[in-house]
């Protein structure tokens, strides 16, 4: 009766100074209880168990994970320029990465095989490097005049970090590549650009597309001139358009959040057009969000709601199950009833 320890602790939003990476956000949304599993139970994942046994160990030959993929590539994209070779820079990002994350790898880093990796991860960069997104890249990097460190003019910028105060808390995350082009009339655009490694499989036929650069430099030395047009690339199913379409649902909270801080940080882009581009590199297809996702109050509302579902989500059954092609990937399924009976 004087201190009573078992009165129920009453949520109260606002009271306190949150933080949230843009990752929690989009995690939440595309599954609170996924959520409820890492962040609140902090269960370990598949890539944590197989640290402490080899049952769930990531797929052969090259043994790394998904994660890890994501981590080289995102590395290869941000410091790839034209002078560099493709794959000498890929085992350099391959070798960065892997030496920054030895103490998270622990005793799996002796079973990853590197050259299997280089194999696995060189189509990747070959799609990136093969990309509109590649070339509107490399126009701006052209272009670029900026002198300054932080973002305002026209320019290119890569990996670049923010943190975004609202009025739950902190939001912090890290935008791939953000490119500040200027109309002839004066006014600025900017694009920013985020890489997806997600591996999108459909079972249908394969079909490999050469770029046309490397099919000229196959061809015999001798014949000077090429009078045959060129083949377009290979069109998409519609298969494989409507589980793009599906993934890209998934990161709309993250890219919102993205324009948002461009909008709220930068103030010279503050009225400025904004394009989103989302960059799935296997297949190698750029999607865009609409202009009515990214207006300013929607972005805004959008990251305000997640952040207060979050603050004031405390029972597990305020962490519901959303069932999706997602749980195929889902490192808690095998806790995860709803999950496993989805995919049966």
């Given amino acids: 009766e004087v201190f009573p320890l078992r009165r129920p602790v009453i949520v109260t939003a606002g009271s306190s100074i949150h933080r949230f990476s843009v990752t929690q956000l989009i995690n939440y949304q595309r599954c609170p209880r996924q959520y409820y599993f890492e962040r609140v139970l902090r269960l370990p994942a598949a890539d944590e168990l197989a640290i402490w046994n080899n049952a769930e160990a990531p797929e052969p030959p090259s043994n790394i994970n998904a994660t890890l993929k994501g981590a080289v590539i995102h590395r290869f994209c941000e410091r790839y320029t034209p002078d560099q070779g493709s794959e000498e820079l890929l085992r350099q990002s391959f070798a960065d990465v892997l030496r920054l994350r030895q103490a998270q790898l622990a005793d799996r880093l002796v079973e990853i095989n590197p050259e299997a990796a280089i194999k696995d991860l060189l189509p990747l960069a070959n799609n990136y490097l093969a990309s509109e997104v590649f070339a509107r890249v490399e126009r701006a990097r052209e272009q670029d005049k900026s002198t300054s460190a932080l973002p305002g003019e026209p320019g290119l910028w890569s990996e670049l970090s923010f943190r975004l105060r609202r009025p739950l808390g902190i939001l912090s995350g890290i935008i791939d590549k953000l490119l500040i082009t200027q109309t002839p009339e004066g006014w600025f655009e900017a694009e920013i650009i985020d890489f997806k490694t997600n591996r999108i499989r459909v079972d249908v036929p394969a079909v490999v597309y050469e770029p046309p650069a490397k099919r000229r430099r196959a061809r015999s030395a001798q014949f000077a001139f090429e009078f045959e047009p060129e083949p377009e690339p290979p069109a998409l199913d519609v298969a494989t358009n409507n589980i793009i379409e599906i993934t890209a649902r ?31 590199l296997d297949p190698n297809v750029e999607t865009h969000l609409s202009d009515a996702l990214l207006e300013p109050a929607r972005c805004a509302r959008a990251i305000d709601e997640a952040m207060m579902r979050i603050v004031t989500s405390a029972d597990p059954s305020h962490f519901p199950v959303k069932t999706a092609p997602h749980c195929r990937m889902c490192n808690f399924l095998r806790v995860c009833t709803a999950g496993r009976e989805y995919l049966r």
Avoid: C, G, W
Avoid at 256 to 268: G, K, N
């Fill in 250 to 280: 998934d990161y709309e909270l993250q890219m919102q959040a993205y324009a948002h801080a461009v909008r709220e940080l930068i103030p010279s882009l503050a009225n400025s057009k904004i394009r989103v581009t989302l960059h799935f």
